[in-house]
């Protein structure tokens, strides 16, 4: 575990300052485990993986048609072969082929020997046992080759790749029954407040539901995340070290919301100054200002802030490259597009600012993006219309009707 190199105290740090950090900060874990590739979907593999075997094995048919020899062709002419045999996906001509013989061949049916070009069936006539094969009949057309898709040995799926639903059947192209995987990150989260009531329960005068427990479930519901909800922490600094230092054991990382912003509710702040090394950081980013981020013991700690969308922008600025990094895979980075904005966009230089919106596609292809609506970061409604997030770069001023600005789509 590395230590986080920013200082205490200190000015506000850029969302890529921020997210070096974390990075900088975290080690990948080395633990792995052998499993079926039935359980592999989203699992991170800890070992690359090369083909025992070609695929396909031996030549095969891309089409249904009929199987000849080139030799046969005689150019620029129609010409007749003779049926001698069938092959089909499954079971294959066995036999060979002499001059002027052809076989009916299926599309996955192995092409034998003495066959070495495939014509579609729509292309030929036949009369009893005889095809008429037209005048432009094409040479070495319609055959896959052995290993036209994996040759044996070949390098089909290197380490740290998290598995596709595409890999898991590249996979069972091969043969394998098993891999290595990465095991699963142990991730626990909790909330904390006076003022939050679980589900269930009538709300008294002051208080709220507690919306972030569920929304960080969401975020954190993958494959490869074995996560623990926590529950409710209240607003009291020795039930708060209690957590931490009994939740620090059993998992790679915790995330708590609320409390996060120094001077606001100390009491997380001194907690951790009890039981952890950990930053508060004031980062250059809306929603989401205040985070603490560092260890606890061999625990990783993100303190996010309270307002549910800030605890959304965060998670995906600053959580989700953390978890990709810890579970040794690669970190991917969010890609933007431009889009067109159809409205005014407010905004005071300082901050990044990642804006809810809506993104559409005009008839003639250009993206448009208005704002989903209020820009609060407890409108979790708002954020729910979305789409997408409105990048404005920290030294921004705005955006005029009919300029151009980047967006990050997401939950689609
Ligand atoms: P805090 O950072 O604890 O001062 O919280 C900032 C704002 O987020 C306050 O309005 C809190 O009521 C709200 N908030 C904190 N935690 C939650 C939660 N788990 N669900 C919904 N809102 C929350
Ligand atoms: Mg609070």
């Not at 995987?181 to 507690?210: M, N, W």
């Amino acid at each position: 575990m590395n230590d986080v190199c920013y200082p205490k105290t200190q000015p506000m740090l850029s969302v890529a300052q921020a997210q070096a950090a974390i990075l900088n900060a975290i080690d990948s874990i080395n633990a792995q485990e052998q499993i079926a590739i039935s359980q592999a979907l989203g699992r991170v593999l800890a070992e690359s993986v090369y083909s025992p075997i070609a695929v396909p094995p031996q030549n095969n048919s891309a089409m249904d048609g009929y199987g000849f020899h080139s030799a046969d062709i005689i150019e620029n002419q129609s010409f007749t072969l003779s049926i001698v045999g069938a092959s089909w996906a499954g079971k294959p001509f066995v036999g060979t082929l002499a001059k002027g013989q052809c076989i009916r061949i299926l599309t996955g049916a192995t092409v034998p020997d003495g066959v070495d070009s495939v014509i579609a069936q729509e292309q030929v006539s036949l009369i009893n046992e005889q095809v008429f094969f037209p005048s432009n009949t094409a040479a070495y057309k319609n055959i896959r080759p052995a290993g036209s898709d994996v040759q044996q040995n070949q390098l089909i799926l290197e380490a740290g790749k998290t598995l596709s639903a595409i890999d898991l059947g590249l996979l069972a192209s091969v043969g394998l029954t098993e891999i290595a995987v990465k095991r699963r990150l142990k991730i626990g989260f909790f909330s904390t407040g006076d003022e939050l009531t679980p589900l269930g329960e009538t709300l008294a005068y002051g208080q709220i539901y507690d919306s972030n427990r569920h929304l960080l479930a969401g975020l954190l519901n993958h494959p490869n995340y074995s996560t623990t909800d926590l529950g409710i922490i209240k607003d009291n600094q020795q039930l708060l070290e209690q957590t931490l230092m009994n939740a620090a054991k059993d998992y790679d990382l915790l995330i708590s919301t609320g409390g996060a912003s120094v001077g606001d509710a100390d009491f997380v702040k001194q907690s951790l100054d009890q039981c952890g090394k950990v930053n508060f950081w004031k980062i250059a980013i809306k929603p989401g200002k205040p985070l603490a981020f560092g260890s606890i013991g061999d625990c990783y700690f993100f303190g996010l802030p309270g307002n549910p969308v800030a605890v959304f922008v965060t998670f995906e600025k600053f959580v989700k490259p953390a978890l990709q990094k810890l579970s040794g895979t690669s970190v991917g980075q969010a890609i933007q597009l431009t889009a067109r904005c159809t409205q005014r966009l407010y905004k005071q230089a300082g901050r990044q600012e990642y804006q809810r919106g809506i993104l559409s596609q005009t008839a003639e292809g250009e993206l448009m993006v208005e704002l989903a609506g209020g820009q609060d970061s407890h409108q979790l409604s708002v954020a729910s219309l979305a789409n997408c997030l409105i990048v404005l770069p920290a030294e921004s001023t705005g955006v005029e009707a009919g300029e151009t600005v980047q967006i990050e789509l997401f939950n689609c």
